[in-house]
């Protein structure tokens, strides 16, 4: 959790890629439920 709170805060200081990081995260939670 502690990379996604990482990550979280780069995206902030880079809106143009929270949308990308997001999207990875969500795909990462995703295969991690279905697995």
């Known amino acids: 959790m502690h990379d996604f709170t990482k ?11 929270i949308n990308d990081s ?6 990462q939670a995703a295969n991690n439920l279905l697995e």
């Not at 990550?7 to 890629?17: H, M, R, S, V, Y």
């Not at 997001?22 to 795909?27: A, G, P, V």
């Open 22 to 27: 997001l999207r990875k995260k969500l795909q």
């Open 7 to 17: 990550d979280f805060a780069q995206a902030l200081l880079n809106p143009d890629k």
